[in-house]
């Protein structure tokens, strides 16, 4: 069964940093595709980051520059640093997998969800 756990939100001033961790477990190789996506009261989520199989990357444009995905195959664990951070980037973070995805960042490609993180940003 693939579980995942999200670890290291918090509350930060605007132009802070922060790193989210997401523990991955049940596969059986490290070839599967992981996503961030965040989601705010009364808003859709939204995909912010994915890796894919191959380990390309994808980013919503609203965080490129700004925030960095990555995948430690050893430990397992999925990373999202997000520097930078504005008011806007306010909201529950969920870290998602799937064995396969052909849109990294459509969050209904995905199977199995963590529980959520969430990263407040104080102006």
């Known amino acids: 069964q693939v579980q995942l756990v999200e670890s290291g939100g918090g509350s930060v001033q605007a132009g802070g940093s922060l790193r ?3 523990v991955v477990s ?3 190789d490290s070839r599967y595709c992981v996503g961030w996506f965040r989601q705010s009261p009364g808003k859709e989520r939204e995909g912010v980051a994915a890796i894919d199989r191959d380990g390309s990357t994808s980013y ?3 965080v490129k520059d700004r925030f960095t995905i990555s995948k430690d195959n050893a430990k397992n664990t999925l990373y999202l640093q997000m520097n930078s951070l504005k008011p806007e980037d306010t909201a529950m973070y969920y870290c998602a997998s799937d064995l396969w995805v052909d849109a990294g960042l459509a969050a209904n490609e995905y199977m199995y969800w963590g529980q959520g993180t969430q990263v407040t940003v104080s102006s």
């Open 20 to 22: 989210l961790s997401c």
């Open 60 to 62: 919503a444009d609203s």
């Open 26 to 28: 049940g596969y059986t």
